[in-house]
């Protein structure tokens, strides 16, 4: 199958956790299939309607730190605007405030030189040609997380990928459905997609993390295997590093609910 393969590398990034609202701010290991969705549309310019696209990624990272980051809590407050007309019939307010914001250091988890390998697939020809036309030439700034976590395209092109039983896994979620094949990996939680429209509405999914290297193979669940069954291929990038005789294993997701993803 063809799917458009797209290189990034940074300085910096972090993925917040949704829930924590004070004191010190983790980063998610892996980037969250939400941040995926917006980073394809910032790319193209536009929205992208999700049910039409299907993604997959290698993550690594070359260390971790924690910085010190200020958050702006916004408040309102409930006072009336007093005001007198200056003479000339020019406004002048002497107004009360009817906003205020407090400034309060967190200690924020901050992942050193991101490499992300973003894989895309569109049934619409067209579509995955505007994808690969946008990423050459992005309609807004290239981040990857946070606003000032800027990032570089080393690479856009589409590539062929394979089914093959000669697999392994790196870097990359997998559907919740695998968590029986394997006793490695941890469950995240993860945003799947927030409506652009209202930002509230979101949809939750659970994916089983797999930062480390774990291939493949007949036998019995482990750590660093994921157990297969006769005849158990998985979709394969030649171009990408073959360890072993093995080559890594593209998992496709979605943006919306997936029974796979189900407990």
Known sequence: MKALKVV?????????????????????????PSTIYGHV???????????????????????????????????????????????????????????????????????????????????????????RDGFECPA???????SQDLCSYKSVKVVSLERSGLAYYEGTILPWSYRLRTTGGFM????????PEERRRVTWQDYLAFPERAFLEAGTPSPHRVSAQDGDTEWVDPTAPIVGDKSR???????????????
């Open 8 to 32: 990034m590398d940074g300085v910096t990034t972090s993925f917040r956790y949704p829930h924590f609202l004070a004191g010190s701010h983790p980063s998610l290991p892996l980037p969250p």
């Open 41 to 131: 549309c910032s790319a193209l310019g536009s929205l992208v309607e999700p049910h039409a696209l299907r993604f997959a990624y290698m993550f690594a990272r070359g260390g971790t730190a924690d910085d010190i980051e200020h958050l702006h809590i916004i408040y309102e407050v409930l006072a009336g605007r007093r005001g007198r007309r200056r003479k000339g019939g020019a406004d002048h307010n002497n107004a009360a405030p009817n906003l205020r914001a407090q400034v309060g250091p967190v200690n924020r988890e901050v992942m050193l030189f991101p490499h992300l390998e973003l894989y895309i697939a569109a049934d619409d020809e067209a579509l995955l040609r505007r994808l």
């Open 140 to 146: 807004y700034p290239v981040v990857l997380g946070r």
């Open 188 to 195: 995240l939680r993860m945003a799947a997609f927030i409506d």
């Open 249 to 263: 294993a593209v998992v496709w997701h979605s943006f919306h609910a997936s029974r796979d993803h189900a407990q």
